[in-house]
């Protein structure tokens, strides 16, 4: 079979001859371009330390073996084991349970966080309390600020019961310093979120301040002022009017003292439920007196309702600062209360903040939220009337400057 006539210029060929002197010196061109461009972008990276060279250190694990029952061990654990997942995620620890025995093991800083835990869910356990998903949360919360047997003194400070039984305690450290305060001080000043049980804690001893016979009749009120919505007129009498603003304190004298009670005791003016106007020219003796949503009253307001105090009396206000409801123009008389009898004495402020929340979880992120977005919003501010401020001084010296005008 006759072979294929080659042609006169093959790629063969072509690559035998090599390349043109003029390829060449653009190919030494480009490559040395592309090396000093590697070493200039290393320099640079090198500079802003990009590149260095971080010495992570040898982390010491250790391991540390608790001796609780099995019924202790299966109060910690939870139901399928929520507890302890919650401590291994939030504490980067492991535990297991061998042998009749508890470990941990992971860092130590950790391992003694997660011990420390641990042993204060065993001491609930120990004395027939239930370990909750609440506690929990919060004891993670405050692992750095924990001391050993946290919940057990918060378990173990029982105000009252509700009339289903259940027992009322302070949940977090901020309401065990909240109802410190108020057995403590005449006049308590409680300013926090919503969540933070401070009308409810109030409520719990002032009933049971009542039925120990320290005072003779219970007295709460609060300013009648709408959420940012007009409601215009409402029917009824008097006590039609303002119920639908004093519902929040019926609801906690119906869950603490029941409703069958409280109506007998409110019938004979022991209890008295009440808007703040109707506090003005009254001596109030002997009396547990709650004031709610402080944050609502006028300085005027707040003034008349504290020169109202007399002997034997006891007196707590809850207000939250950030959910004003006044007028813009308008300043709360929670605040000027805050600023003028700080220094007094017989009277303390208190401050709760998210982490004092008892509602939903999902209620502490969002007021977390809201907290990190005002501060945000301030600092904004802030830095904004400073700008202004700079800018404004400079064109004044350039208006000043001398021989600017001749």
Do not use: W
């Not at 709460?220 to 009498?237: H, N, Q, S, V, Y």
């Not at 707590?316 to 805050?338: C, E, F, N, Y």
């Amino acid at each position: 079979m006759p072979r294929r006539p080659v042609p006169p210029c093959t790629p063969k060929d072509v690559y035998r001859e090599g390349p043109s002197p003029e390829s060449l010196l653009t190919r030494k061109l480009r490559q040395r371009f592309f090396l000093l461009a590697c070493r200039l972008c290393f320099d640079y990276y090198r500079k802003s330390g990009i590149f260095a060279v971080k010495v992570i250190p040898e982390v010491d694990c250790m391991e540390k073996e608790l001796d609780f029952s099995a019924e202790i061990q299966r109060d910690i654990f939870g139901m399928q084991d929520a507890h302890v997942r919650k401590i291994e995620k939030e504490l980067q620890v492991s535990i297991v349970s061998r042998n009749g025995s508890m470990k941990v093991i992971g860092e130590d800083r950790n391992v003694e966080a997660a011990v420390v835990l641990l042993e204060d869910m065993a001491g609930l356990s120990e004395h027939g309390s239930e370990v909750t998903s609440q506690q929990v949360d919060y004891a993670l919360d405050m692992k750095d600020d924990a001391e050993p047997g946290m919940l057990q003194k918060m378990d173990g400070d029982i105000i009252c019961h509700t009339v289903s039984g259940k027992p009322v305690r302070p949940k977090t450290v901020g309401q065990q310093k909240y109802i410190n305060a108020i057995r403590d001080n005449l006049i308590v000043f409680a300013n926090g979120p919503a969540g933070t049980g401070k009308t409810f804690l109030a409520m719990a001893m002032a009933i049971t301040a009542f039925m120990n016979g320290e005072v003779e009749r219970i007295i709460l009120t609060r300013p009648a002022i709408e959420a940012g919505e007009k409601l215009g007129f409402l029917p009824g009498d008097l006590q039609s009017k303002v119920d639908p603003y004093l519902r929040p304190l019926y609801d906690a004298l119906y869950q603490i003292m029941g409703a069958e009670r409280f109506q007998a005791n409110m019938e004979k003016g022991l209890i008295e439920v009440a808007p703040l106007a109707y506090m003005r020219g009254r001596t109030l003796d002997n009396a547990y007196i709650i004031l709610d949503e402080a944050q609502n009253t006028t300085p005027e307001q707040m003034k008349m309702f504290l020169t109202r105090f007399g002997f034997g009396s006891h007196a707590v206000i809850t207000g939250d600062a950030s959910q004003k409801d006044l007028a813009p123009d308008r300043r709360s008389g929670l605040d000027v209360a805050m600023q003028v009898l700080k220094h007094v004495d017989g009277i303390k402020f208190i401050t709760l903040d998210a982490r004092d929340v008892v509602r939903h979880p999902l209620v502490q992120k969002i007021v977390k939220a809201y907290e990190n977005y005002e501060l945000a919003a301030a600092r904004r501010s802030r830095e904004r009337q400073d700008k202004q401020d700079r800018f404004g001084g400079r064109i004044e010296q350039r208006r000043n400057k001398p021989g600017r005008n001749d």
